[in-house]
């Protein structure tokens, strides 16, 4: 809970009951982000090491989802950093036209999942300022 990204409370995440990934150690789910340009929904998911966060970050970016462009023009996935943490992060959209943003972080081990049905332009711009 200490790491979901701003914008949301401790009120709006509860743990997931059935777990999406059977290698995580936790995994949340947290909606109605109340930053703007935010999503409808984020997924954190929490690692033992970096091998099964490596792994879940492949399968998450490869597997149901068409990768487009990051709004900068840019191809993911890709590596990110803001000097302390670092990881990779993907964008794409689903066959119900959501528009999802994957990121892991390797410092926490923590593998996150977003989707908006809004535009990708703010989805990024959020991630970007609140991850």
Same mark, same amino acid.
């Given at each position: 809970?200490?790491?979901?990204?701003?914008?949301?409370?401790?009120?709006?995440?509860?743990?997931?009951?059935?777990?999406?990934?059977?290698?995580?150690?936790?995994?949340?789910?947290?909606?109605? *982000? @109340?930053?703007?340009?935010?999503? +409808?929904?984020?997924?954190?998911? /929490?690692?033992?090491? %970096?091998?099964?966060? $490596? !792994?879940?970050?492949?399968?998450?970016?490869?597997?149901?989802?068409?990768?487009?462009?990051?709004?900068?023009?840019?191809?993911?996935?890709?590596?990110?950093?803001?000097?302390? *943490? @670092?990881?990779?992060?993907?964008? +794409?959209?689903?066959?119900?036209? /959501?528009?999802?943003? %994957?990121?892991?972080? $390797? !410092?926490?081990?923590?593998?996150?999942?977003?989707?908006?049905?809004?535009?990708?332009?703010?989805?990024?711009?959020?991630?970007?300022?609140?991850?």
């Amino acid at each position: 809970m200490a790491h979901r990204s701003k914008g949301y409370t401790a009120a709006d995440c509860s743990p997931i009951d059935q777990r999406d990934n059977p290698d995580s150690l936790a995994e949340i789910m947290c909606t109605g *982000n @109340h930053k703007e340009g935010g999503p +409808g929904a984020t997924g954190y998911y /929490l690692f033992p090491n %970096t091998a099964a966060l $490596d !792994a879940a970050f492949t399968n998450e970016s490869t597997q149901g989802l068409t990768v487009q462009p990051f709004p900068d023009g840019t191809t993911g996935p890709k590596p990110w950093s803001d000097g302390a *943490n @670092h990881g990779s992060v993907v964008m +794409g959209t689903s066959r119900r036209n /959501l528009v999802y943003l %994957t990121w892991s972080n $390797d !410092a926490t081990l923590i593998l996150a999942n977003s989707n908006t049905m809004g535009d990708a332009a703010s989805l990024y711009d959020w991630w970007q300022a609140n991850r």
